[in-house]
């Protein structure tokens, strides 16, 4: 079970549904790539509610009514995993989307990777 995926596959549909929030069960990589998404402009907020069973919540960005994401599409999948070298980290678009990876030094946006000369595993693309 891919938790990432589904993850991503919740935001696609909020967005398309054109929904204010979308909310997705919690976990440290999941709020990591909200964090990202949030720094780079996708989102206008997320936050982790409740104590036991911690949920993820997003507050989805729109421009003329239509959702700042484009596309999501996941790279690494449970089956086949997807490793680069920070000298090979992709571009999206020729630099207008975002590639997420997880690094040794945390989960980062593919240009923070090329500044700290450190590759990982490419999660997914945002454009």
Not at 28 to 33: H, T, V, Y
Not at 64 to 89: D, E, M, T, W
Not at 109 to 127: F, H, I, P, S
């Amino acid at each position: 079970m891919d938790t990432i995926a589904d993850f991503l596959t919740v935001v696609r549909n909020a967005g398309k549904a054109q929904h204010k929030t979308a909310t997705v069960p919690y976990s440290k990589m999941k709020e990591s790539i909200a964090r990202i998404l949030k720094e780079e402009g996708y989102i206008t907020d997320y936050t982790v509610e409740g104590e036991k069973v911690k949920n993820l919540t997003l507050t989805l960005k729109y421009q003329n009514r239509k959702h700042i994401i484009r596309a999501l599409r996941r790279i690494s999948k449970p089956g086949i995993r997807c490793y680069v070298g920070a000298k090979r980290i992709p571009r999206v678009l020729g630099g207008l989307g975002t590639v997420i990876l997880s690094t040794p030094r945390g989960v980062m946006t593919g240009d923070e990777a090329r500044k700290n000369n450190c590759g990982g595993e490419v999660l997914c693309y945002v454009w």
